[in-house]
């Protein structure tokens, strides 16, 4: 059993607001800004940077309940939504293994540390891509599965709260590390 859905992405003929231009698509044009404007900061300025990258972060988070709120649910939406969140990890995830690159003196240590951020890249990029690229092609919902235990739970882990806390524990890991650059840390010594 499968659901199809429509992939639609043209605007509606009833003299509304072309999709692109719907509010919480704008925020995502405004966290790309907000990214691309924290990347001078990363290596030099830890303040600058998380600010940036936490507003960033905060306007992700206002994108599902403004499209929401103001009926502006697109698939164009979503698409751009997870790329932007999507772009923020990975460039968290770059500066962080960049730094450790460049801060870990004993070789082992620095080439375990790189594998680890490039793991985690990794396995965030497949996870996500994977997922909404084969339900979009296939034109089915993401993780359709006949184990009912398997089904409950994922229907759990896209609870919103429960979903939104593993994420923002996930940023906080990366973030923790990269703020160990700026600080002194054992894993300098």
């Not at 300025?45 to 940036?52: E, I, K, P, V």
């Not at 896209?158 to 650059?181: Q, R, S, T």
Request: charged share 15%.
């Amino acid at each position: 059993m499968s659901s199809k859905k429509t992939h639609s992405t043209l605007p509606a003929d009833d003299g509304s607001v072309s999709i692109p231009l719907h509010v919480a698509n704008v925020l995502g044009y405004i966290r790309f800004g907000l990214i691309l404007a924290s990347w001078p900061f990363a290596m030099k300025d830890a303040h600058t940077f998380l600010c940036l990258y936490a507003t960033a972060y905060v306007l992700g988070m206002l994108h599902d309940f403004l499209a929401g709120l103001l009926n502006q649910h697109s698939f164009f939406g979503t698409q751009w939504d997870i790329l932007m969140t999507r772009f923020a990890t990975s460039s968290l995830i770059f500066v962080v293994r960049k730094l450790g690159l460049e801060a870990i003196k004993d070789e082992w240590e620095r080439m375990s540390f790189a594998f680890l951020f490039a793991s985690i890249f990794l396995s965030d990029f497949v996870s996500y891509w994977f997922q909404v690229y084969s339900s979009y092609l296939l034109d089915e919902e993401s993780h359709v599965t006949p184990n009912p235990l398997v089904q409950g739970l994922l229907r759990f882990l896209k609870v919103a709260p429960v979903a939104g806390i593993m994420n923002l524990l996930a940023e906080l890991y990366i973030v923790d590390h990269y703020l160990a650059f700026f600080h002194n840390h054992p894993i300098q010594s």
